[in-house]
């Protein structure tokens, strides 16, 4: 219910901010990391299963997509399809290897599967190297897809049915399989739990959303690079959103995506120091004015550390968390 | 001949690599957590051998006597501060918050020596020493290869002789029971965790002659101190010895007969081999994982 209110109230709201491309492309910003950190949540959140390395089917999305309308002109929806399948195959070797594994091995042994990844399309020929693909020009049935109302409307979708599915999870079979999966592994297994099978499922359910995302990501900005799409950065700020948020939560990822994303923008886009300066606080001439005007831009993963360790120290079950009662 | 260039030059690699891993296999061992801001603990050890270089004119190796003490107290104060909160909270939010904290450390440095890459460049920086006929070996290699092997020595002597060293030992074979035996555990993860910080920090220092000195330079090391701990079992400081030699060699071989693109993906390789196949590594206890 409140799923179909937050949409309905979000599919108006560039009605209402108008046309302007900045705030839309922040918005639409937000809807990625939501919809990224809510699809990571049925596998990290629900099942317990902290994956390190969700960037790598976010790249798979985004790079498969790219190829196929770049060199083969495929229809952009086929090659988001053909996104999915990619990075099921990554998901399922993944799957094959980490789940054997406990604790620290499993978080280690995603980041070098995602690391394989990266590493494989930044040496590659076909996937552009380290300069990455360019697409120029894309078409789907007329739709104007250099305006970013499409984007916007799509990352919503993609969040809807993230959110959907999460919901559906929490009442299903398979979603208390996985919360007991997550809660107790032997225990689980002895009560007959196929323990493999239930973490693949996540797995697979939450690498498919996630390459979506890559692929409508990858049609927006018409340009991807290994750094862009998958970067450890990535797979680490997807979690961080979901910590911020409540791990485990319906609206945990969402509310991180919400506080997190525009907070990285104001650091990035150099709003704070130009307000700094504004308002008289600090002079523009000054020592401090000079390097805040050229640093806090690149500061902002500076402030997502400080969040990440503040919000394990204080904060270990996130925003959300702190109004669930204790357990 | 190639072959035994590409072996020697990666044994002599795979040393510093080795220190990194045995400061991460130390922390792990003691504390049971898996470090993920060493890397970025490397980094700062060889921004500390570079502005000790250029500022105070000392030589890098000789200012290992000013990081080993400096690096120490540093991992003693974030120990303190931070992961002693830590230390029985599920494992993602240990590895989550050494992320945080090596977030932390590589973009200070990025914001106070910005993104240029810098070079440590010493009088014997590009010299090598030639040996039967054909291989040649760059200095730098050997000198830190040596003082890797010197502080390899002392640790093991000092973790087997000394009564702080059986008493670090003690708490990684049992925390519960090493403090039921009166060893002050709280203690012991910080001089643990000192430890590893210093060990990293030297580890740095020593490849900060041959290498770009860069903000981001910790993740490559990362990644790479992972796969020396898994192979050489988490945890076992003998192993992570190995285990740095081996990595050393492997990346040595793959980028003499591969092509030097390749060479980190056979390491992950090679790390998920082992963690399939022999996930308690080639020195571990079997049951860990």
Redesign the interface.
Known sequence: MLIAITAGIASVLPIVTGENPYVIGVMISVLMMAALSSAWNILGGYAGQYSFGHAAYFGAGAYTTMILISKFNFNPLVSIVAGIIAACIIALITGSIVFRLRGHYFGLASIAVAEIVRLSALNFDFTGGAQGILLSDVSLWGLDLNSKNPFYYGMLLVLVVTLGITLYLRTSKTGFYLQAIREDQDAAASLGINLSFYKNKALLISAALTSVLGSLYAVYIRFIDTSAVLDLRLSIEIILTAIIGGVGTLWGPVLGAVLLVPLAELLRSNVIGDALVKHGIVSETSGLGVFLKENLAHAHVLVYGIITVLCILYLPKGILGLFRRAK | MFFLQSLLSGILTGGVYALAGIGMSLV?GVMNI?NFAHGDLMMLGMYLAYFSFTLLHIDPYLSLLLIIPTAFLFGCIIEKV?IH??IN?P???Q???T??????MS??A??CFTSDPKILTTSYSSSAVHIFGGISLSVPLIVSFLITCGITGILYVFLSKTTTGLALWATSQNREAAQLMGINVAKMSAIAFGLGTALAATAGALIAPTYYIHPMAG?TFL?KA??IC?LGG?GSVIGAGVGGVIIGVVESMSSTYLSS??K??VV??I??AV??LR?QGLFGKKGE?
Not at chain 2, 99 to 104: N, P, R
């Open positions: 792990f898996s931070f909160r830590i909270h494992h993602q939010n590895i989550l918050l992320i945080g904290l090596g977030l932390i973009n200070s990025l914001l993740h990644l992972f796969t898994v988490l693109d390749w980190d993906v992950f390789i790390f998920l963690l399939l996930p994982q």
